[in-house]
């Protein structure tokens, strides 16, 4: 069984960074995908950017290319999310996902930007 928790949200300003954290425990497969997704309120979840995680290379959505770096350090089991230039339409809850299809995931973390 994977487990996944999500840390590092919180209240924050426009124009701050923040790096999210997902500590995942269990069985990690090496070819499983590993996703960073988002969803804000009245919104659909999207995703942010996904990697596999005995590989490491990063596909991210076209709106994530610029401000939004997903990175894993595959000796603490943590996968990151770092945020930069924070925007008020970056508010939502943010999650973690992994597997075949990411079929586990955290409870999320939710992200504040005030203007």
């Known amino acids: 069984q994977v487990q996944l928790v999500e840390s590092g949200g919180g209240l924050v300003q426009a124009g701050d960074s923040l790096r999210l954290s997902c500590l995942i425990s269990g069985h990690i497969a090496s070819y499983y995908r590993m996703g960073w997704f988002r969803q804000a309120p009245g919104k659909e979840r999207e995703l942010i950017g996904s990697t596999i995680w005995a590989v490491g290379n990063v596909d991210y959505a076209d709106y994530a290319k610029e401000r939004f770096t997903v990175s894993r350090d595959t000796a603490k089991n943590t996968m990151y999310l770092q945020i930069d230039s924070l925007e008020p339409d970056d508010t939502a809850v943010y999650y973690c996902?992994?597997?075949?299809?990411?079929?586990?995931w955290g409870p999320g973390t939710q992200v504040t930007v005030s203007s």
């Open positions: 996902a992994a597997g075949m299809s990411y079929e586990y």
